[in-house]
């Protein structure tokens, strides 16, 4: 390994430094204790040297602690080389298993050295949430001596919570302390703090070169502890920050009583700032539903109610079924109940602890409202689209979305207007929206004289395959032409974002808040004003590319599916909105649509697992989050550098998923054999797409087999392996905060394994054999089938002919009177379109993979999307009948519907103004 990549590329992270330095640390003391002394004598200088490059990255973490360190040196010193390693050795073990968490009273050499008693007694305690706060403020080893015992001496040891103290000298080391400890809950931060640090070395610029880019120098020292705390609430929103100072209280800035929780004088005592830290620890700890019930279930009650299973009592006493009451537990059945009394709440009408529950996630994940749903992410985007859309509204939708906007789009009755992603052909999937795209379809309304009936724009962020909108971008540029319109974002697969700097400033609730407090600023005003100027100037006939702050409205909901990513039972997900016009215009539609789909028998361990999945996230979501992407990164990693994994897989790079016209930065991987990893702030930042490092697809077509094979006949039967979907010719894998270092281990040697199998099945082949086999590599690599765009809604079902929108509700039900339908075989489909007939589809047609409708109720059929289907190797096309063929409409019926529609269109054309001409459109634009 050469040292340039070692130095800068060979860690993802400070994590991975500091457990690399440790072990190093490690086996050199090992090394010393076993040499002669004269050795031992020449080799202390080199161990100093190593725990002095050491200490300058455990001076960001409380354990083990500048003491510890210390005592480590003085060991050197003293020739205790065995001492050393065995100390060394148990300090290593503490921090990899997090043995100092669970028992936080091992903070000094003393207790360290009684481990085994101090193992022994941690059974009988109660356990103590362990954390660590951060000091920020230039004071010298003595004074935070002093601080520390200040502390010390009011704690409480009863209590169930139990901090130390880290410190931290100037801005840049608060911030590089905040990014690379997680255990630090609260700050403290000082009133006059210097920026500069004098303590970054080389080792750790790599990873903090982001935070450290912008230039504070020029601002007087009183104004940076403000600054500082600015720049925590993006870096860490969830934690909580209190401030001291010397200034009188009508001196402070309003954004400091913002952004503090609470600001404190030099001369006030210790036991006020501890208590408020442990309070806010308390605060956030709370979990409001999840207690309730948990209490509720320790109440004797009498059921004389629905549900049996209550209590168990029908379970436990049966001698048939108590096994299963064996297997789940008794607490499960103890809070199982109908009751919305007795300290519980009902989710159709909250008032109590679901109430309070849904407010804390919503301060959590950055919403205004939030709202729990106990039937998955399909119905959560049910109720807001019925909540929101009406009947003859146009919604701009990504067309390979999730089934249930599909099905949403019926219910609602709306015009939809979808949208094609760009094609990655080569691996039969699709990528992403182009903006341009949405933008296009826009002002094709617009010029239509629709864009008054463009209700919503619904995306999905992230992809099934990882990719990650600007969603920043997207909104700014969307809301410059139309300026009232809703966003719903499907963040199925994106709840854990909102804990990480990096995702979270991609996600809806982040944009929302943020858009929303610039468009009220003057400067913002200003800058419009501006604009227009310039426009009129160089006068070009263009459309202003910034919202109007006078009518922009910031309205965006996103759905997630909160047990796909992070701690929920089944089904779990939650609604976050951010709309201004929500009370005048959403509100009193959102409870009826909510009361539409929402089950009066609510799952409450669901909800108590949502109500503590919130609790998890802002304790530990930074960390959780930050290991998830380790964990994809280290996969990554490793099958890159493997000759053996390099000869038959292959890890899809950013590259191969996004165009290079979609990758400003010009990033193509995150990971390189020889350089290490890449830098990737400026792509996150500016790119109009990024990839999601937990997403990894991996190509699997040079083994013979293609995607869905694969992972039935290896990954699943022989070795047990869940994978998250399949294409023709790759497999995705997905790293969560539940994936564990054992478990990408597992991953990395069943490829292996199978690399050898492969092997073997091919050495083994005959002349005719292989020649079948090189045919099917050929085809799996270079023949995959065209994907075909959305063709176009049949003019029966549009409301202007030529015009994009498409009324599917219609078509929907009109395919349920059977005598206006037919069957046609697939294999007569491509005479009929020769000749000149429409074949318009009478239901949804979706194989899997990819696992999105091809084809929609009132879709006409084209010879594209007709040579996807007869090329399709896939087992299941749901919809798709091969003993009948394809359900279309007949002519009949088209003609009848087309005639009904033609009066309608009429009325709408009326209602337009102005006795415009409508220009009939061709190609992409009468979608």
């Known amino acids: 390994m050469n040292k340039a990549k070692q130095k800068s590329g060979q860690f993802y992270n400070i994590g991975q430094l500091r457990t ?22 020449a080799g202390k200088s080199h161990m100093l040297q190593a725990i002095k490059n050491l200490q300058e990255v455990e001076q960001y973490f409380a354990f083990p602690g500048v003491d510890i360190m210390e005592s480590l040196t003085g060991f050197i010193r003293h020739d205790e080389f065995q001492i050393l390693h065995n100390s060394i050795k148990e300090i290593l073990r503490l921090l990899v298993s997090e043995d100092y968490r669970q028992n936080p009273d091992i903070l000094s050499f003393a207790s360290l050295l009684r481990k085994k008693e101090n193992k022994a007694t941690s059974t009988i305690k109660s356990k103590k949430r362990y954390f660590e706060v951060l000091f920020v403020d230039s004071i010298s080893r003595h004074d935070e001596q002093v601080i520390t015992k200040k502390i010390n001496d009011v704690l409480d040891p009863h209590e169930n919570f139990i901090y130390q103290i880290v410190y931290a000298k100037s801005f840049q080391d608060a911030l590089l302390a905040l990014k690379a ?64 100072t010397d200034k009188p209280v009508q001196n402070l800035q309003d954004v400091s009583l913002k952004i ?21 620890v308390k605060d956030r700890y709370e979990t409001p539903f999840y207690t309730a019930l948990k209490e509720y279930s320790q109440q004797p009650t009498g059921v004389f109610h629905a549900m049996p299973i209550s209590r168990g009592n029908s379970i436990f006493k049966s001698n048939w079924i108590d096994d299963f009451g064996e297997f789940y537990g008794r607490n499960l059945f103890l809070a199982e109940t109908s009751s919305t009394t007795g300290g519980l709440d009902s989710l159709l009408q909250p008032t109590g602890p679901l109430k309070k529950a849904q407010e804390l996630a919503a301060k959590a994940f950055g919403s205004k409202r939030t709202y729990f749903s106990t039937n998955g992410t399909s119905t959560s985007n049910k109720i807001v689209l019925q909540a929101l859309v009406e009947p003859d509204n146009v919604v701009l939708i990504d067309r390979d979305c999730h089934k249930s906007h599909h099905y949403g789009m019926v219910l609602s009755g709306a015009y939809v207007t979808y949208l094609d992603s760009y094609p990655l052909q080569k691996y039969s999937m699709y990528g992403a929206v182009p ?19 463009v209700k919503m724009l619904l995306l999905t962020n992230c992809t099934f395959d990882g990719l990650i909108y600007n969603v920043e971008r997207v909104m700014e540029e969307v809301l410059a032409i139309k300026p009232d319109i809703i966003f719903l974002w499907d963040e199925a697969w994106f709840a854990f974002a909102a804990f990480s700097p990096t995702y979270r400033q991609r996600t809806a609730m982040y944009v929302a808040d943020k858009l929303f407090k610039k468009y009220k600023t003057e400067e913002y005003k200003e800058q419009y004003r501006k604009h227009l100027i310039d426009i009129k100037e160089r006068g070009e006939n263009e459309l202003p590319s910034l919202p109007n702050p006078e009518l922009v409205k910031i309205r965006v909901y996103a759905t997630q599916s909160t047990h796909k990513t992070l701690s929920s039972l089944r089904q779990g997900s939650m609604i976050h909105i951010y709309d201004e016009e929500f009370e005048r215009k959403a509100e009193t539609s959102f409870h009826e649509a909510y009361m539409t789909h929402t089950s009066t028998s609510a799952n409450y361990q669901i909800l108590a697992s949502l109500d503590i999945g919130r609790r998890q996230v802002i304790f530990e979501g930074y960390e959780l989050v930050e290991k998830s992407v380790e964990m994809a990164m280290l996969l990554r990693s490793k099958i890159e550098e493997h000759p053996k994994l390099k000869k038959y897989f292959k890890i899809l790079t950013i590259a191969d998923l996004i165009p290079a ?16 990893w890449q830098p990737s702030e400026e792509a996150w930042r500016h790119d109009e797409f990024v990839l999601d490092p937990t997403k990894i697809n991996l190509h699997v077509g040079n083994t013979g087999v293609d995607g869905d094979t694969f992972k039935n006949k290896y990954l699943m039967d022989q070795f047990h392996i869940q994978v998250n979907k399949t294409s023709r ?7 969560n905060i539940g994936t564990t270092r054992s478990s990408v281990s597992y991953l990395f040697s069943t490829l292996l394994k199978i690399a050898e199998q492969i092997d073997t099945q091919f050495d083994s082949l005959n002349q005719e054999e292989d020649r079948i086999m090189q045919d099917k590599l050929y085809s799996l690599t270079e023949e995959a089938p065209p994907l075909p765009d959305f063709s176009y809604f049949h003019d029966s079902f549009r409301a202007v ?12 039900f009109l395919a349920y009177q059977e005598s206006k339908c037919e069957y046609v075989k697939l294999e007569a489909c491509s005479k009929l379109i020769e000749d000149g007939k429409e074949l318009v589809s009478a239901a949804f047609i979706i194989p899997y993979p990819p696992g999105f409708p091809v084809l929609v109720p009132g879709q006409v059929m084209t010879k594209e999307i007709l040579d996807f289907l007869q090329v399709l190797d896939v087992k299941e096309i749901h919809g798709y009948r091969p003993d009948l063929g394809l359900r279309v409409f007949t002519e009949a019926a088209l003609n009848r519907q087309q005639s009904g529609t033609a009066l309608m269109g009429t009325s709408v054309m009326g209602g337009m103004g102005n006795g415009k001409k409508i220009k009939t459109m061709t190609s992409k634009s009468h979608k």
């Open 729 to 735: 010719n790759t497999v995705l894998f997905m790293t």
């Open 260 to 280: 503090f929780q609470r600001i404190f004088y030099r001369k006030e005592d210790a036991q006020e700032l501890h208590l408020s830290i442990i309070r806010g």
């Open 435 to 453: 903006l341009s795209e949405i933008k296009e379809r826009l002002l094709t309304l617009k010029r239509a004289g629709r864009l008054d009936r």
């Open 801 to 812: 002919a030529g015009i994009p929108g498409g009324r599917m509700r219609e078509a929907y």
């Open 20 to 41: 690399e330095l440790w072990t190093e640390l490690k086996l050199s003391s090992y090394r010393l204790s076993k040499k002669n002394k004269a050795e031992q004598q």
């Open 181 to 244: 400890n997680p255990n630090i809950q609260a700050c403290i931060v000082r009133n006059e703090i210097p920026y500069q640090s004098k303590n970054i070395n080389e080792a750790l610029k790599p990873f903090v070169t982001n935070l450290l880019n912008e230039n504070h120098d020029e601002y007087p020292e009183y104004e940076l502890g403000i600054m500082l705390g600015q720049a925590i609430r993006q870096l860490r929103p969830e934690i909580d920050i209190y401030y001291i």
């Open 661 to 676: 016209q979609h990758r400003q930065s010009g990033l193509t991987q995150y990971y390189h054999p020889d350089t290490g």
